[in-house]
């Protein structure tokens, strides 16, 4: 019988006021048995979607106005076909003309990954940054 394996980053999610479930297909394991690395920021990505999707009130592909300037992730241990995930998101920073999310990633109570990622607010028709919105802000702060 295997030996049970101690989780090594024990999760809080008490520092990540929105948490998001996030399905691991599949698809995203590679020929080692592990999810790729590279799926990890989709990961990042799904759970900023529900965020803004259940906290701002985005409803389409076109609502989103902003774009992602930058994101980094630190991987903790590999994730694995058919684990529970959840992913942990606060607001990390807001600025002038961009706001970045810290993440947290979990399967059970052990933490496997954490990530960063900065958005620019964009006007895309004018092709240029903007201040971020009052309103968005207004709407961030409390998940800070």
């Not at 985005?58 to 590999?78: K, N, Q, S």
Request: aromatic content about 14%; hydrophobic content about 40%; overall charge neutral.
């Amino acid at each position: 019988m295997a030996k049970r394996r101690e989780p090594r980053y024990i999760a809080s999610m008490e520092a990540y006021p929105f948490e998001a479930p996030v399905a691991v297909r599949y698809n995203d394991v590679d020929s080692y048995g592990h999810v790729n690395n590279a799926v990890y920021v989709s990961y990042l990505e799904e759970a900023r979607v529900a965020f803004f999707r259940d906290v701002i009130g985005v409803r389409g592909a076109t609502d989103f106005g902003f774009i992602v300037a930058r994101v980094e992730v630190d991987y903790l241990r590999p994730l694995q076909l058919f684990d529970a995930l959840r992913v942990g998101l606060r607001v990390e920073a807001i600025g002038r003309t961009s706001f970045s999310f810290a993440y947290q990633l979990v399967v059970g109570e052990e933490v496997v990954a954490r990530g960063r990622s900065v958005q620019v607010s964009f006007d895309y028709e004018q092709q240029r940054k903007v201040p971020v919105p009052d309103t968005l802000r207004e709407r961030l702060l409390p998940y800070r």
